[in-house]
């Protein structure tokens, strides 16, 4: 079964701080994408990724193919980095478009 | 702003009623995916149509279906509604229709609330 778990499922956090959100998946991938929604319910796209690291401005997201790894940083949260966080893959052999989602990180920020 | 747009944002119906939900892609997109979060399932993919046609399905229920019109807008129609289906229904977009390998644009979503 293709899964995509995430980890932790809650997550608070001091205004300033380094966060860490994981995710793991079963098979081999041809993108993973990480993605926020805010509270009000509207998602973002903010990586994808098919290797390798990509950072944008206080994100950065990681992959490690060989491990089916992800992992998405926050440096210097701040209140409004509050949001669920959702990791979610193409498997190889999937149907086009057929995203898996993990079932995502809430995180909470505090000032 | 994403550039896709959706609309309705919020729609309230009651059980055995069909609505419509519809999407407008990115300026340019030809690839339209629609998705379906609820509490229990989480997101799930339902259906993509790249340039009128469809392309791949999901977990679609049968009283569930969709087009893509020649102006690349997408319908998501929903009939025989039960209260399981109240959920937020996304739409995306991207470029190609080789999968969701470039970068997706998402709508805000319709909230949709089966009483």
């Known amino acids: 079964k293709n899964e995509v778990e995430q980890s932790p499922q809650n997550l608070t956090a001091q205004e300033g701080e380094f966060i860490t959100i994981n995710c793991s998946y079963s098979?081999?991938?041809?993108?993973l994408h990480w993605l926020q929604q805010h509270p009000g319910g509207g998602i973002v796209s903010l990586f994808m990724?098919?290797?390798g690291k990509k950072k944008h401005g206080r994100l950065i997201a990681t992959i490690n193919i060989q491990e089916k790894h992800s992992s998405l940083h926050i440096t210097a949260s701040h209140p409004r980095d509050s949001a669920v966080y959702i990791c979610?893959?193409?498997?190889?052999?999937?149907?086009?478009?057929?995203?898996?989602f993990g079932k995502g990180t809430k995180l909470s920020v505090k000032p | 702003d994403s550039g896709v747009t959706q609309t309705p944002k919020h729609l309230i119906t009651a059980t055995g009623q069909r609505v419509t939900l519809r999407c407008s892609p990115r300026s340019g997109d030809l690839s339209v995916y629609w998705y379906q979060q609820s509490l229990d399932q989480g997101l799930q993919f339902l259906i993509q149509?790249?340039?009128?046609?469809?392309?791949a399905k999901g977990n679609i229920l049968e009283r569930f279906s969709a087009q893509q019109f020649p102006d690349l807008h997408s319908e998501l129609n929903l009939s025989s509604l039960e209260l399981g289906d109240s959920a937020l229904y996304f739409c995306a977009s991207s470029v190609t229709g080789t999968a969701l390998n470039t970068e997706a644009f998402f709508g805000q979503g319709t909230r949709l609330t089966v009483v």
């Open positions: 149509y790249y340039n009128g046609e469809e392309r």
């Open positions: 990724l098919s290797s």
């Open positions: 098979v081999g991938i041809s993108a």
């Open positions: 979610a893959v193409r498997y190889y052999g999937g149907s086009q478009g057929n995203l898996i």
